[in-house]
């Protein structure tokens, strides 16, 4: 009988997902001996376990994140998922049937960082240094602003160039010659 597990988890900086549980397929809750998780994509994890046909009637799991060692951090860490362990009672699996435990989310009790911010196209911020339009150094006054307000994240519209025909169709933000190139247009000239 196998038991495949899948989980929507987004970790960050390297860490992995790990499962571990009550029986030595999932490590007996020693995390040395954890199962690692596959990565599919878009914050997906699986793991498929063969459950020996013993007389193991329920399992106990946990998720757990880990994070490896770097050189501004010299052991890797864990970080357990919140809440009581996970439970599988397996009295009513047949041998040769596959159990999807699906639908699972890591219990995270890690507060999610939010932040208020402001959206604002480039060619709107204008000082009196500028030429009118608005150009990239008066970014430096948009960051002050934002900083004074208590504020945390600037998004900018478009700002790449868009000079193909050079006709009112280049006026088109999200028509860009390339994502390096930025628009000449929000240059300032003087700096």
């Known amino acids: 009988m196998k038991i495949r597990f899948n989980i929507h988890f987004h970790t960050i900086w390297g860490q992995t997902l790990y499962i571990t549980g009550s029986i030595p397929e999932l490590g007996n809750w020693n995390i ?55 439970i599988i009672n397996l009295n009513e699996l047949k041998n040769n049937t596959t159990l999807t435990v699906s639908q699972v989310e ?25 030429f009118g339009i608005g150009d990239f150094e008066d970014l430096h006054c948009m960051v002050d602003w934002v900083k004074a307000t208590h504020q945390k994240i600037i998004q900018i519209l478009p700002i790449n160039d868009t000079t193909m025909t050079h006709t009112w169709i280049d006026s088109y933000p999200y028509n860009a010659i390339s994502i390096y190139a930025l628009h000449p247009l929000y240059l300032r000239l003087d700096a």
């Open 32 to 86: 040395a001996a954890a199962q690692k998780m596959q990565y599919t994509d878009g914050g997906h994890w699986t793991f498929e376990l063969d459950v020996p046909g013993t007389d193991i009637r329920t399992i106990e799991y946990k998720f757990c994140l880990i994070s490896p060692e770097t050189p501004w951090r010299p052991q890797s860490t864990v970080r357990w998922e919140a809440g009581n362990n996970r």
């Open 106 to 130: 890591f219990q995270d009790e890690t507060p999610r960082w939010k932040g208020g911010g402001v959206a604002i196209p480039v060619f709107s911020l204008r000082t009196q240094n500028s």
